[in-house]
């Protein structure tokens, strides 16, 4: 007994590190894609790669193992802002929000995340065309459906508002003009303009 507790712990120290190295990757990993969102957001999508890596913390070899060229980047980038989209859909779900509440709710997060979704294909970027790419597409257009069909149903949403005007209200408010002193209150008022037409008076 005392032979085999004794074996084991040698064995747990490298699954210990293992994990460590991995859980150190995985942030090194969010923490290149998050600045380089923000990067990129301010300074167009030639911001230098090497600049990238040195405001994310990282050295150059570690940010071109994670991404060997601007496309590996960008494409990523683009797959994280459907996992954003998805997982704010997800919060405005389990809060119980519908119709145009829920709408309101989503456009409020898309203008709190609109640093980090920039590479999605209504700011421009070239849409990833395969499987994953699509369901995430898919999942967030739906996801909008429901929240519309539900106020429909109950009469608090117009019946001609569709999940793709929701989307693009979303990337309009989420993209700054550039040479508004304040955007974050141009984008709220318009946000609020949009939620108005968008709001069916019940009777």
């Known amino acids: 007994m005392r032979v085999g507790t004794a ?85 405005i779900k389990s809060d119980g929000l519908t119709g145009a509440d829920a709408v309101e709710a989503y456009l409020e997060e898309c203008l709190e995340l609109a640093d980090q979704l920039v590479a999605l294909p209504l700011r421009g970027a070239e849409p990833l065309s395969d499987d994953a790419a699509l369901d995430a597409k898919r999942g967030i257009l739906e996801a909008i459906t429901d929240f519309l069909t539900e106020g429909q149903q109950h009469g608090s949403v117009h019946a001609d508002v569709t999940a793709l005007d929701v989307a693009v209200c979303g990337t309009l408010i989420a993209t700054p003009l550039p040479h508004d002193g304040d955007w974050p209150a141009t984008a709220r008022r318009h946000l609020k303009t949009f939620v108005r037409g968008v709001r069916a008076i019940v009777i």
């Open 7 to 91: 074996d084991a712990v040698p064995a747990a120290v490298p699954r210990t590190r293992s994990r460590a190295v991995r859980r150190d990757a995985i942030e090194n990993r969010e923490k290149i894609l998050r600045t380089a969102a923000e990067l990129i957001a301010h300074r167009g999508h030639n911001v230098p790669l090497t600049e990238i890596a040195e405001a994310a913390g990282v050295g150059v070899g570690t940010f071109y193992r994670g991404f060997p060229d601007r496309a590996a980047l960008l494409e990523e980038l683009q797959r994280r802002g459907y996992d954003l989209l998805l997982a704010a859909l997800a919060r």
